[in-house]
């Protein structure tokens, strides 16, 4: 069993949908973070956990909305998106948040906005 | 900010040959970490390599190596004996609080 799971693994929808992705670690991890890969470019850190608390947000648009219910889970909450945020989005989880750690990723979802 | 810049969007090896994967960052710290991250076709990130730059000795994992220039910013990543599940995308990244990765560097292995 992987020790981040992320489901859905892919997910279209409509500019008008409600979506919320979900990601769930299962290594005792204090950090979660989320992340956005689009085609040839970097990974964007979106937002980062700790300790259930919001520590970052990159300035992502208020269509994306976070949630840390507990320390194991995360959600990504989505409405009203744009073609352009079609992307792989990645979860992630470190022991902690600082500088250095490793950081444990699931496996993503594909999301498509139509 | 911190950037990672991965120079090369692609690179090919022949099977059990070696190659070398370049990343340069842009730092004012002293003090940070480097990462080798691999992508493979189911998509999650792997952690392949870590480096602390207060370290001046080279990090190793087996089949990979990396050589760490620190006053050139430099964090080149080698695969010898290259395998066909090596194909991938890799990822160099930097951290000092967050990770920031580079836009990454797809491998081809060719038999």
């Known amino acids: 069993e992987t020790g981040v799971t992320q489901t859905p693994r892919h997910l279209v929808m409509g500019m008008t949908n409600k979506k919320s992705l979900k990601c769930e670690q299962h290594l005792g991890h204090n950090a979660m973070y989320w992340y956005k890969q689009s085609a040839k470019k970097p990974l964007e850190l979106m937002f980062v956990?700790?300790?259930?608390?919001?520590?970052e947000n990159n300035s992502v648009p208020s269509r994306f909305s976070p949630e840390c219910p507990n320390s194991s889970h995360l959600f990504l909450h989505l409405h009203t998106l744009q073609p352009e945020d079609s992307a792989l989005y990645l979860c992630?989880?470190?022991?902690?948040?600082?500088?250095?750690?490793?950081?444990?990723f699931g496996s993503g979802t594909q999301l498509s906005v139509l | 900010a911190q950037t990672v810049t991965q120079s090369q969007p692609e690179m090919s090896v022949q099977e059990a040959e070696t190659v070398t994967l370049s990343c340069t960052y842009d730092t004012s710290e002293s003090d940070y970490y480097l990462f080798w991250y691999k992508q493979p076709p189911s998509r999650q990130m792997i952690l392949v390599i870590r480096q602390e730059a207060y370290k001046q000795q080279n990090a190793t994992e087996n089949r990979f190596s990396v050589n760490f220039q620190k006053a050139a910013k430099s964090f080149s990543l080698k695969i010898s004996d290259s395998q066909l599940g090596d194909a991938a995308m890799y990822f160099c990244a930097y951290s000092r609080g967050d990770m920031r990765f580079g836009a990454g560097t797809r491998l081809t292995v060719k038999p």
């Open positions: 992630a989880s470190s022991q902690d948040y600082r500088g250095g750690e490793k950081l444990f």
């Open positions: 956990y700790s300790l259930e608390e919001r520590v």
